[in-house]
């Protein structure tokens, strides 16, 4: 089991940049395959971006690519999204979520099992 807690959210303009953590507490972080999602009021969660166990591969949503990078730190027990030229439309609840399953099957909310409560991004117009 792990627990997770996100920092890092906050007010920003937009062009601006946000560095958010995910601290896992627990034995087993780096068993576990990790991701970013968020979720904007009146519309569903979604992944932004998830980041395999040895940290290897990456993928992200379309609409941030090139814009945000998610890393992690096994030793830490801590992931990142570092997010660059923030525009409205990423305002949102962030959350990280952990999952069992293997890096190409967990693409949804359902597949991952543990979450954090969530950190609040507003990009400011």
């Known amino acids: 089991q792990v627990q997770l807690v996100e920092s890092g959210g906050g007010l920003v303009q937009a062009g601006g940049s946000l560095r958010l953590s995910c601290a896992a507490s627990?034995?087993?972080?780096?068993?576990?395959?990790m991701g970013w999602f968020r979720q904007a009021p009146g519309k569903e969660r979604e992944l932004v971006a998830r980041?395999?166990?040895?940290?290897?591969?990456?993928s992200y949503a379309d609409s941030v690519k090139g814009r945000f990078t998610i890393s992690r730190d096994n030793a830490k027990k801590t992931m990142y999204l570092q997010m660059n030229s923030l525009k409205p439309e990423d305002t949102a609840v962030y959350y990280c979520?952990?999952?069992?399953?293997?890096?190409?099957?967990?693409?949804?909310?359902?597949?991952?099992?543990?979450w954090g409560q969530g950190t609040q991004v507003t990009v400011s117009s």
């Open positions: 979520a952990a999952a069992q399953g293997p890096y190409y099957a967990v693409g949804t909310p359902d597949d991952y099992n543990y």
């Open positions: 980041i395999s166990i040895g940290g290897g591969s990456t």
């Open positions: 627990g034995r087993t972080f780096s068993s576990y395959v």
